[in-house]
Protein backbone atom coordinates (compact mmCIF):
# COMPACT_ATOMS: atom_id res chain seq x y z
CA UNK A 1 0.00 0.00 0.00
CA UNK A 2 2.98 2.35 0.53
CA UNK A 3 4.46 1.74 -2.64
CA UNK A 4 1.52 2.45 -4.03
CA UNK A 5 1.13 5.82 -2.42
CA UNK A 6 4.92 6.95 -3.24
CA UNK A 7 4.25 5.69 -6.69
CA UNK A 8 1.32 8.37 -7.17
CA UNK A 9 2.89 10.89 -5.63
CA UNK A 10 6.23 10.21 -8.08
CA UNK A 11 4.32 10.41 -10.96
CA UNK A 12 1.94 13.33 -9.62
CA UNK A 13 5.27 15.12 -8.93
CA UNK A 14 6.60 14.59 -12.52
CA UNK A 15 3.01 15.42 -13.92
CA UNK A 16 3.05 18.80 -12.10
CA UNK A 17 7.02 19.29 -13.28
CA UNK A 18 5.80 18.80 -16.72
CA UNK A 19 2.82 21.10 -16.90
CA UNK A 20 4.55 23.55 -15.32
CA UNK A 21 7.63 23.59 -17.69
CA UNK A 22 5.08 23.53 -20.44
CA UNK A 23 6.02 20.18 -21.63
CA UNK A 24 2.41 19.27 -22.28
CA UNK A 25 1.63 22.17 -23.65
CA UNK A 26 0.04 20.28 -26.76
CA UNK A 27 -2.27 17.97 -24.61
CA UNK A 28 -3.19 20.73 -21.61
CA UNK A 29 -3.44 24.50 -21.56
CA UNK A 30 0.10 25.59 -19.97
CA UNK A 31 0.81 27.85 -17.41
CA UNK A 32 1.58 32.19 -17.73
CA UNK A 33 4.71 32.70 -17.47
CA UNK A 34 3.88 35.67 -15.23
CA UNK A 35 1.54 35.35 -13.20
CA UNK A 36 0.75 39.09 -12.11
CA UNK A 37 2.32 41.27 -15.01
CA UNK A 38 -0.30 44.38 -14.15
CA UNK A 39 2.05 44.52 -10.78
CA UNK A 40 5.35 45.11 -12.85
CA UNK A 41 3.49 47.91 -14.69
CA UNK A 42 2.05 49.37 -11.31
CA UNK A 43 5.32 49.78 -9.41
CA UNK A 44 6.29 53.39 -9.27
CA UNK A 45 10.07 54.06 -9.31
CA UNK A 46 11.50 50.31 -8.94
CA UNK A 47 14.78 52.18 -9.91
CA UNK A 48 14.65 54.22 -6.74
CA UNK A 49 15.87 51.35 -4.16
CA UNK A 50 18.85 50.94 -2.87
CA UNK A 51 20.10 47.96 -1.29
CA UNK A 52 22.93 48.51 1.54
CA UNK A 53 25.61 46.02 3.42
CA UNK A 54 22.80 44.07 6.80
CA UNK A 55 23.83 45.47 9.88
CA UNK A 56 26.52 44.62 11.95
CA UNK A 57 25.82 42.27 14.60
CA UNK A 58 27.10 44.49 16.95
CA UNK A 59 24.37 47.29 16.41
CA UNK A 60 22.05 45.19 17.88
CA UNK A 61 20.82 45.81 21.33
CA UNK A 62 20.55 42.76 23.34
CA UNK A 63 17.33 43.40 26.04
CA UNK A 64 17.61 43.65 29.04
CA UNK A 65 15.17 40.93 31.54
Given at each position: ????L???L????????????????????????????????????????????????????????
Amino acid sequence: MLRLLVLVLLLANIGYYAWSQGHLAGIVSVPPHEREPERLQQQVRPDAIRLGPPASPSAIVPATP
